[in-house]
């Protein structure tokens, strides 16, 4: 029986060493004006395991360098210089094998303009020693910045097969960089963002046919739906999407082909003809309602639902009924997503019926506490937006001088009960308070 650390096997270290490191996303942050790991502030929490003996360090290192990410500290010294530096510091260091994910921040660095630049030669050098490396992230350099092709060479030439180069977005400064990555393979390139006002629906279509991946997309301000008849690998998010483009089976259409996509938004349209539309419609009868045109949808468990949604309820209401005004939150409530599968809610809710004229903040109170039905925790959450109907309540409870200490007084109240709620009033005139 182990009776010391010393005594257990290298797969149950690797294990308890694994476990330190929480949420197994925390990466190695390097600083060049601090030598590493001895700042505070960016230490890692296996890195004290590393100091303690020979075997521990071994059995560290692996987990301690998985994810490194590179942040150059430039202050007054040419960017150029500082290149150089990390280049010469890369060349003697034995543990960049051991790297499997690596962002390098070059934010500030001049287009890439010849194979003899100082980024050039630093991300081949990179390539070339990080034989394990499966993720270069890029997290403030463009696609197209430049000429990139003897980078991307050296991606293509790398060793992995899971290899992965990710840049931020997409942006040709000059018609020679677009040029420059004619004919190269970027199967093993990924764009975080495309913004057509950067790239053109012409050029995508003829990067997208050397293999390149999209993580998202924003559309905003453009209504051509054009761009939707193509196939974006690694695509999870849209921005901007009009939905007035196309028709409801055509969007169907183009959500099957694209798997990985979960979310939406905000969208700027009020369109019915999309699933989720269909679907939030038919949870909601038999009430009839307006959407607000700005909102976001999201994917849980295959069914497209609304997580940031403003609707007014167009329905009549008999004068004093709040029973029927609590049915509404109620069917409302029950179309958006379960709490358990979406950690925050963006509602906004009004009626186009007079309710305010005769509900009490202690009613509205009342149902959103039997209704909001979220949990009590530092992952959940729900922004509420209630409408001029809030603040009519509340002028008949304090007068009109008195609105924002009695709409003060309201969030006190509810938040006695609703501890994870941020609620919003909208006044007369249309503002939020």
């Not at 054009?226 to 089976?249: A, C, F, H, K, V």
Request: with cysteine.
């Amino acid at each position: 029986m182990a009776t010391s650390l010393e005594d257990l096997p290298d797969g149950l270290l690797h294990k308890i060493i694994e476990s330190l490191n929480f949420y197994k996303v925390t990466p190695i942050k390097i600083h060049m004006r601090h030598k590493p790991f001895r700042n505070r502030c960016l230490s890692h929490p296996v890195d004290p395991v590393s100091l303690v003996n020979r075997r521990l360090r071994r059995l560290s290192l692996p987990i301690l360098f998985r994810k490194v990410c590179i942040r150059p500290y430039y202050s007054n010294a040419h960017v150029s210089d500082i290149l150089s530096l990390m280049l010469e510091a890369l060349k003697h260091n034995t543990l960049m094998p051991l790297i499997r994910e690596l962002s390098i921040d070059l934010k500030g660095c001049a287009p890439v303009r010849s194979c003899e630049d100082p980024v050039t030669l630093l991300l081949i050098d990179v390539l070339s020693r990080c034989t394990r490396l499966e993720h270069l992230g890029l997290p403030e350099t463009e696609l197209g910045y430049g000429d990139q092709r003897p980078i991307i060479e050296a991606l293509n030439s790398h060793s992995s097969e899971n290899i992965r180069l990710q840049f931020m977005s997409i942006e040709f400064d000059a018609p020679e960089s677009f040029n420059a990555l004619r004919s190269l393979s970027l199967s093993r390139v990924i764009c975080q963002n495309w913004q057509r006002r950067h790239c053109s629906d012409q050029e995508m279509k003829a990067l997208l046919a050397q293999g390149l991946n999209i993580q998202s997309i924003d559309r905003s301000r453009y209504v051509d739906g054009s761009w939707m008849d193509g196939n974006y690998p690694g695509l999870t998010r849209i921005y901007g999407w009009n939905g007035n483009e196309r028709s409801l089976q055509s969007t169907i259409d183009f959500l099957l082909r694209h798997p990985l996509l979960e979310r939406i938004g905000p969208e700027a349209h009020e369109c019915d003809m999309t699933p989720w539309h269909a679907t939030f419609a038919s949870k909601m009868y038999p009430y009839s309602f307006k959407i607000d045109k700005w909102n976001g949808v999201v994917k849980i468990n295959g069914e497209w639902l609304y997580d940031n949604i403003k609707i007014t309820f167009l329905d009549d209401i008999a004068h004093g009924d709040v029973e029927t005004v609590e049915t509404m939150v109620r069917t409302l409530r029950k179309a958006l997503p379960q709490p358990s599968d979406c950690p925050h809610l963006d509602v906004g809710i009004d009626f186009l019926s007079p309710v305010g004229e005769y509900m009490t903040s202690d009613n509205l109170i009342g149902i959103l506490t039997r209704n909001t039905n979220y949990p009590v925790t530092l992952n959940h959450s729900i922004t509420l937006q209630l409408g001029t109907f809030v603040c009519v309540i509340l002028i008949r409870e304090y007068s009109q001088e008195r609105l924002i200490a009695g709409f003060e007084s309201f969030s006190r109240r509810l938040d006695q009960v609703l501890p994870r709620v941020v609620v919003y009033g909208q006044n007369p005139r249309g503002g939020l308070i």
